[in-house]
C-alpha cells in the first residue's frame, strides 16, 4: 500500500540518550515534513525539505536535525533527548510542482511515532 | 505568519444530529488551501475535506460540507447525521498556495483542534 511508513511507532528513552525516527514514503513526493504534536498545541512544524538534498527549519528545530539523501527517506534525529521532548511525532509529504513554488493539494501523513523521554 | 484558530477546544453531539466545528484564520495571502483533518483515537491523521480559496463554491464531502466565508476568514466544518465513528480530534489547517523564500514551505499551519465527542 502507498503510503508514508514511520517506525518506530513507540519508544521510551532515557534521557541524554541519541535517537533517530525514521521516515519513508513511496508516492515519489519531493517535499516532507516532521511535526510534533503536543496536547493542547495541535501540530507544530519541526523542519521541512522541499526536495532532496535540501532541509529547512520549521516552528520548533531546537534539538532537531534532519537530512534529505533521497526523495524516499527524510529521517529525524535528537542528539541528546530531553524530557520536553517527550511527544507523538508525524512525517508528511506532499507533491511540489518540479521547479516551481507552488504546492498542490494536501499533505499525507505517516501513522506517528510515540516518543517517551525519561 | 498565518495563524489559525479553533475557538472550540471540545464538542458534543448526539448520534444522528448536526454539529458545526468553527475555524478562523488570518492571512494576508489571495491563494490558499484550508483544510479539515480528523484525528480518531488511533492517531493516524485522516483528510476531512479540502477548499482552494479561488473557489467560491464550499466543498462537500458526504455528510460533511464546510462554510467558507473568504472575507471573514472562516472555515467551519458541519457534520450531519453524526455517527459513533464520527468521534475524534478534528483540526482546521491552512497552506499557502506558492512557496517564498524566508516564508511558506507549503506546510500545514494547524489550529489546536476541536475534540468531538458523539453520544449515542
Known sequence: IAGITQAPTSQILAAGRRMTLRCTQDMRHNAMYWYRQDLGLGLRLIHYSNTAGTTGKGEVPDGYSVSRANTDDFPLTLASAVPSQTSVYFCASSERLAGGIEYTGELFFGEGSRLTVL | ?120
Not at chain 2, 479539515?36 to 483528510?47: A, N
Not at chain 2, 450531519?80 to 465513528?85: A, I, R
Not at chain 2, 482546521?92 to 517564498?100: D, I, L, P
Request: hydrophobic content about 30%; glycine content about 6%; some cysteine.
Open chain 2, 1 to 120: 505568519a498565518q495563524t489559525v484558530t479553533q475557538s472550540q477546544p471540545e464538542m458534543s453531539v448526539q448520534e444522528a444530529e448536526t454539529v458545526t466545528l468553527s475555524c478562523t484564520y488570518d492571512t494576508s495571502e489571495s491563494d490558499y488551501y484550508l483544510f479539515w483533518y480528523k484525528q480518531p483515537p488511533s492517531r493516524q491523521m485522516i483528510l476531512v475535506i479540502r477548499q482552494e480559496a479561488y473557489k467560491q463554491q464550499n466543498a462537500t464531502e458526504n455528510r460533511f460540507s464546510v462554510n467558507f466565508q473568504k472575507a471573514a476568514k472562516s472555515f467551519s466544518l458541519k457534520i450531519s447525521d453524526s455517527q459513533l465513528g464520527d468521534a475524534a480530534m478534528y483540526f482546521c489547517a491552512y497552506r499557502s498556495a506558492y512557496g517564498s523564500y524566508g516564508g511558506s514551505q507549503g506546510n500545514l499551519i494547524f489550529g489546536k483542534g476541536t475534540k468531538l465527542s458523539v453520544k449515542p
